[in-house]
Nanobody, 127 residues
Framework: QVQVVESGGGLVQPGGSLRLSCAAS????????MAWFRQAPGKEREFVAV????????YYEDSVKGRFTMSRDNAKNTAHLQMINLKPEDTAVYFC????????????????????WGHGTQVTVSA
């Protein structure tokens, strides 16, 4: 069993900051990548950011570039998403996704390649 747990969500005013964390634990041998997706009310889940555990490359959805930064703890299966200058349109449930190693080529911005998902953490940006 593999558990993926997000934390750090909350209510913040426009222009504020939040730091989300994602911890993967259990019977996972090695990770290929961890990613963040989000789902706003009435909308489909969308890609936010992804970081490769192999070469540390990181990609972001266009609307969050320059405002969100994804990092990882080298010694742990943990990723973080630092969010600054938050906007009301960032309001959503944020989900962490984990892809285990050994799967070959994949599109990191698609939901399909990820093997494990957390239950999400709510981020609300409102005055």
């Amino acid at each position: 069993q593999v558990q993926v747990v997000e934390s750090g969500g909350g209510l913040v005013q426009p222009g504020g900051s939040l730091r989300l964390s994602c911890a993967a634990s259990g019977s996972i041998v090695s990770i290929d990548a961890m990613a963040w997706f989000r789902q706003a009310p009435g909308k489909e889940r969308e890609f936010v950011a992804v970081r490769s555990w192999n070469d540390e490359s990181t990609y972001y959805e266009d609307s969050v570039k320059g405002r969100f930064t994804m990092s990882r703890d080298n010694a742990k299966n943990t990723a973080h998403l630092q969010m600054i200058n938050l906007k009301p349109e960032d309001t959503a449930v944020y989900f962490c996704a984990v892809r285990r190693s050994g799967g070959g080529y994949y599109n990191p911005m698609s939901q399909t390649p990820y093997d494990y998902w957390g239950h999400g953490t709510q981020v609300t940006v409102s005055a």
